[in-house]
């Protein structure tokens, strides 16, 4: 069984579920629905793919295993997504990051991290 998640590791997972949701809503992808991307985190309009996807991202957020020095993602010198999903982050952060920004919500470009 998963262990209660560290405080880091809960803002990282509402980071890519923000931005994950904002593709999602933006690309206006069919079947959207709420989905809860964890416990915690109130629930996001997700079409299924993207909620494999962002299930899979807090997976690995929350068995990262160089939890002791966290690295950003983008600067990891493992990268633990398999190729598929971590083209897919890439565009998802790329294109999400951008609409955060001309919405004004430059809290979230330090989070630009893939
Ligand atoms: S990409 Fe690197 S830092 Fe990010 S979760 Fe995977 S191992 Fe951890
Ligand atoms: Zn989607």
């Not at 633990?80 to 982050?89: D, E, G, I, T, W």
């Not at 952060?93 to 955060?100: D, E, F, L, N, T």
């Not at 001309?102 to 989070?111: I, P």
């Amino acid at each position: 069984m998963q262990n209660e998640p560290t405080a880091q590791q809960l803002k990282d997972i509402k980071i890519i579920a923000k931005f994950t949701e904002v593709w999602c809503v933006g690309q206006q992808h069919s079947g959207q629905q709420p989905v809860a991307a964890y416990p915690e985190l109130q629930p996001l309009t997700l079409c299924p793919d993207c909620a494999a996807f962002l299930d899979y991202a807090v997976k690995k957020r929350l068995n990262c295993p160089l939890e002791a020095e966290k690295p950003t993602c983008r600067r990891c010198r493992i990268h633990c997504y398999a190729p598929q999903q971590r083209a897919l982050v890439k565009q998802i952060m790329a294109w999400s990051g951008r609409k955060m920004i001309m919405r004004g919500r430059l809290d979230y470009l330090w989070h630009y991290f893939f």
